[in-house]
């Protein structure tokens, strides 16, 4: 006998603070079970259990597992997204580049995951394609170069630059990784795109 599933669709717009709760413990559960081992090894059973909810519970949230790692990709593109657009939006984008690197070293785990393993294609065109969409009011018009060879220089330059770094067995600190980025990425496209 096939097992129903329990999803309820509009927890995914719910405001009630139960249901966020909730979503927001399997999404945690999640990141702190991929510090530990391959996501394509950590089972429904076990966020469950990490989040601290029934393991029926879980249908409630999320369709299966995939979704579950869908919802928390999501998310954590558009914050780095949101990071790399205020390091060409601050004043100090010194200090936009470490938050930038904080943030990824913060979530390393998962970020390995997504920029070296075999999903990385997908991630960059989707990073790219959030990018494009974010910057394109503010990349100058009147740049000598065409605005999306800038927000390529961007989205490759972040992404390589924090492949780069995640891929080191040992690993160099945020704040070194933030003055490489803002060197070779941040400084030049700011320089040669924004007004």
Known sequence: MARKKLLQPHYATATDPRILHTRQALRQALLDLVGDKPLEQISIREIAATAG??????????????????????????????????????????????????????????????????????????????????????IAANATSPAEVGVRLVAAGTLEILGWWLEQPRRMPAAEVAKIYEQLVVAPVIDAYME
């Open 53 to 138: 909810i029934g393991y029926n519970t879980f249908f409630r949230h999320y369709q299966d597992r995939d979704a579950l790692v869908r919802a928390v990709i999501s998310e954590e593109l558009q914050q780095l997204i949101e990071l790399c657009v205020t390091t060409l939006d601050a004043s100090d984008s010194a200090r936009a580049s470490l938050a930038l690197c904080e943030f990824v070293a913060s979530h390393d785990a998962l970020w390995s995951t997504l920029l070296t393993g075999g999903a990385s294609n997908l991630l960059r065109e989707e990073f790219m394609r959030l990018l494009r969409e974010q910057t394109a009011a503010r």
